[in-house]
């Protein structure tokens, strides 16, 4: 584990089997149903444990034990100072975006890219996955990328090029890329749920979702699933918050926009996912075609960084922008 990375994560139990009442019979049945690590037997429901075989009274114990275990809820102010302390931001290799991220991207929280197709979100994804691994003198945060895609447009040539313009091993860079490509919006969310592992393994600091709501958005029609959808994506983001926090990680997604449905002939976009990714991604940042392969970010949610806008170029170098005045 890297200095920088939390103390707050000092779970009291540590594996499944040191929760009270697990006994190897109760843990092999949550190994079998993917309840592999404390944390998803935090994030469980009772009747998800009780249809995996587990007793009731039992499911609610050791649920409640596992939530307390890593339990956020309240912090000293003087802890929550020393947390906020570890706060890192990871450099995007692109000086104007992240003059306009006071910094790059913050570790700890969500940042989202929204936008049109072909405006530049998987580019900045994929440079991204490079720039973490640069040392913290240089931007980066020394670690790896967990990549989930669910467009299949990861493209390794692509991280090879932008590789070496940061002067960094092409071989060495993809082997710290932890790849995966979600085909269902069940299957994506599976797949963050049993990321603790491989996040602890491969010293993981930067978690993509490209894009995050693509299949949630095919998948969920109509207005009669829409609450249903909107709970589930709010589930998906929360984990993900408490990934980026316990490893002190950057977690960057990825957003179409749709035509805001209540205005006609306007060509007002809005992010899909509606409030749930609005309350739960704490920057966002809008991407829209400018000339050529000129691109224009501008910040339009920040905790504390005033609106703005940076041009951005994708050239073959990958994301490139000079700092503005
Ligand atoms: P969707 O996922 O479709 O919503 O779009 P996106 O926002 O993810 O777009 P993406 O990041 O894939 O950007 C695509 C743009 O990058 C296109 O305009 C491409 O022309 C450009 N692009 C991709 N690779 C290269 C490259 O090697 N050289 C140059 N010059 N441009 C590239
Ligand atoms: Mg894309």
Do not use: W
């Not at 444990?49 to 009731?56: A, F, H, K, M």
């Not at 910094?103 to 979100?121: A, L, M, V």
């Not at 209540?262 to 000339?291: A, C, E, N, W, Y």
Request: glycine share 8%.
């Amino acid at each position: 584990m890297a200095e920088d990375q939390i103390e707050y994560y000092k779970a009291k139990y540590q594996t499944i089997e040191d929760l009270p009442g697990v006994g190897p019979a109760t843990a092999a049945k949550l190994r079998e149903n993917g309840f592999k690590t404390v944390e998803a037997v935090a994030t469980a429901t009772v009747s998800e444990l009780v249809v995996s075989g587990i007793g009731e009274a039992t499911a609610e114990k050791i649920i409640e034990a596992a939530r307390k275990s890593i339990a956020f809820t309240f912090v000293r102010g003087d802890e929550l100072v020393k947390l906020r302390s570890n706060i890192r931001h990871l450099t995007t290799g692109c000086p104007s975006l992240d003059q306009l991220l006071g910094g790059g991207i913050e570790t700890q929280s969500i940042t989202e890219f929204y936008g049109e197709f072909g405006t530049g979100k998987s580019q900045i994804c994929q440079q991204l996955c490079v720039t973490v691994q640069l040392p913290y003198d240089q931007g980066g945060l020394e670690g790896g990328a967990l990549y989930i895609d669910t467009e299949n447009t990861f493209r390794p040539e692509r991280v090879i090029r932008i590789s070496s313009r940061f002067n960094l091993d092409p071989q060495d860079v993809l082997k710290k890329i932890i790849f995966a490509e979600a085909y269902t919006s069940n299957h994506q969310m599976v797949l963050l749920e049993n990321a603790d592992e491989i996040i602890k393994e491969y010293n993981i600091r930067l978690i993509i979702i490209d894009s995050v709501t693509s299949h949630f958005r095919s998948e969920y029609v109509g207005r009669e699933m829409l609450a249903s959808r909107q709970q589930t994506l709010n589930k998906h983001l929360h984990k993900l918050i408490r990934l980026s926090r316990a490893f002190n990680a950057a977690a960057v997604i990825t957003n179409q926009v749709m035509a805001q449905p209540d205005v006609f002939f306007s060509k007002m976009v809005q992010p899909v996912g509606g409030h749930i990714i609005g309350h739960t991604s704490h920057s966002r940042i809008f991407l829209r075609k400018g000339r050529d392969n000129v691109r224009i970010a501008k910040l339009t949610v920040s905790p504390y960084l005033p609106e703005g806008e940076a041009p951005i170029k994708i050239t073959e170098r990958g994301v490139e922008g000079e700092e503005y005045a």
